[in-house]
């Protein structure tokens, strides 16, 4: 951190900083070496700058004017950018190649009304990549072959209708299908000649997921089977055999570290607490040893020239900003090239705790604690809850948490059952349990924060996201006592109208859902009684909900029917809509006007601090 703990203001951090645009995020050096490229405001939205590594000469190559871009690439030969885009948030993402001579962008999956995603992109095939487009059928995504040359595709493979994922070897052939079986279990196919052939299958309950090629031809998978955390196995496909690489009695093995040209294992990392690196090979293990001494906070290598010379690393802590380092593996040395959000610097940050706690069933919970800095005694709480459900909470800089904590609230994250990362019988034990056993893990923590003396049980709130909304309104809704407020972004209402308007290409894993969530046939009267909108008259706590108009995975229908059914009941509900946007905020306006209510919202009923909202954040004035 610049600066010392002494040297940083406590005072209120301005929303424009903690939801504003970063000033610079996502470096990526060039494929020869000479160039960096990374996102950062061009009149107010995200674009992609390049210049020199010293990034003194940086333009913008892009020029969205409506929507920030997210995500990325290096084309193979540096020659230019390539990077996805949607329209008002409706995820039909549409792949774009700039070009960095001339400036000019093309839309490289020019099909209206499709989403296209990426499959493969190798350094050693520069002219080419491979994306899935559901053009043909909303539901399936079959393999194009996109000449970067040209701007021109071709179909390569079409979906046999029920492949949800495809993996491309370093040759660029599609070698791997993955699919979902009606019965919600997965099958991975391996393309022999002209042919598919099954070479394993999982039952629902076990996970299984193809990851890639190494640099001897082995699949990497994730998987579950034979053991409860999920570990890292190399299939040899033509001999038959298969080597336990990785594993962990508690945490899933989430991910590994590849050379981006060999695609040699390097590095393979657990997530508990934290991410730890594990089984590091001895070509990079000084490049490591010198990372842990460049900075504090969880490291990983975002980008890397060509010649494996030159490394972006992004360390990440949790009380300040992102920092990007350009780390030279010849010298050794490591030099910062920027913050994310500089200005988080002049202000102190609060610290995430890890903690456990056992639920009232015995299922062991984990999640992470944030007390404002210097807190003695009790303090106004938020549970945070996050989204999915199948995802989970990590320890890191969060803007919500560090706006809440330095508003005076204490704010608490809790992994509850159905999360992922903590092994198959912690995700399996969140089945068919929405509303039910989910919702006790957070009421188990919200008296677990009490009784430990971190929380006023006066003042205690809920907030969160897509799943985390749904919590909010089940928490208010089926334990109207429990909770002062709550704040519900994107939240589902009614689990049988969630389960009919799902996007189309979600179709192939329906039974994946609903085995987890509830069969609308055979769990008809479950998923009423899960529903919040079956006890909206029961609501008393006051609520916020926001919703976004263009939300294709919880539609502006969820929101809407439980706001009139509250009304209908006399029952005062604050309701905010935009328009432009889709399952979450993606632009900075609208995540400032959010931010302004929700904070005005929590200091009324909570009693937290508040930053009076400027004319463009008032939600009255759009």
Partial sequence: MNGTADARTRELIPRQILFGNPERAAARISPDGRYLAYLAPLNGVLNVWVGSLDGSDAEPITHDTERPIRLYLWRPDGSGIIHLQDRGGDENFHLYSTDLATRVTTDLTPFEGARAEFIAIEQSIPDELLVGINARDPRLFDVHRIDLRTGTSRLELENPGDVVGWIADAQLHIRIAHVMRPDGGTTLRRRVAEDWVSFLEADPEETLHAQGFDDRGRLLVLSSLDANATRLI???????????????????????????????????????????????VPTIADDIARLSQLSHGD??????????????????VDNGPARTYLYDRDTGEGRLL???QPALDRYELASMQPIRLTARDGLLLEGYLTLPPDTSGPVPLILLVHGGPWARDSWGYHADVQWLANRGYGVLQINFR?????????????????????????????AWAI????????????????????????????????????????G???LLTLIASIPPYWAPMLAQFTRRLGDPERDHALLVERSPL???????APLLIAQGANDPRVKIAESDQIVEAM??????????????????????????????????????????????????????SR
């Fill in 567 to 620: 009304r209908a009941q006399g029952k005062t509900v604050t309701y905010l809509v935009f328009d432009d946007e889709g399952h979450g905020f993606a632009r900075p306006e609208n995540r400032l006007r959010f931010a302004a209510a929700t904070e005005s919202f929590l200091a009324a009923h909570l009693g937290g601090k508040m930053e009076p909202a400027s004319p463009e954040e008032d939600i009255a």
């Fill in 338 to 340: 920027f913050t994310n």
């Fill in 534 to 540: 079956t006890r909206a008259a029961a609501i008393t």
């Fill in 299 to 316: 490291w990983r290598v975002t980008s890397r020239d060509h010649a494996d010379r030159q490394w972006i690393v992004q360390f990440v």
């Fill in 234 to 280: 190399a299939y040899d496909l033509d001999a038959g055999t298969a080597d336990l690489l990785a594993e962990d009695r508690r945490y899933d093995v989430s991910g590994a570290m590849l050379h981006p040209r060999t695609h040699a294992i390097e590095a393979i990392a657990v997530e508990g607490e934290r991410v730890q690196w594990r089984d590091i």
């Fill in 451 to 490: 009784a430990e003396g971190y929380a006023d049980p006066q003042r205690i709130g809920i907030y969160g996201g897509s799943y985390g909304g749904y919590a909010t309104l089940a928490a208010l809704a089926f334990t109207p006592d429990e909770f002062t407020c709550g704040v519900d972004l994107v």
């Fill in 492 to 494: 589902p209402s009614n």
């Fill in 418 to 446: 159905g999360s992922t990362g903590y092994g198959k019988a912690h995700l399996n034990a969140g089945d068919r349990e929405w509303g039910a056993k989910m919702h006790d893990d957070l009421l188990d923590a919200k």
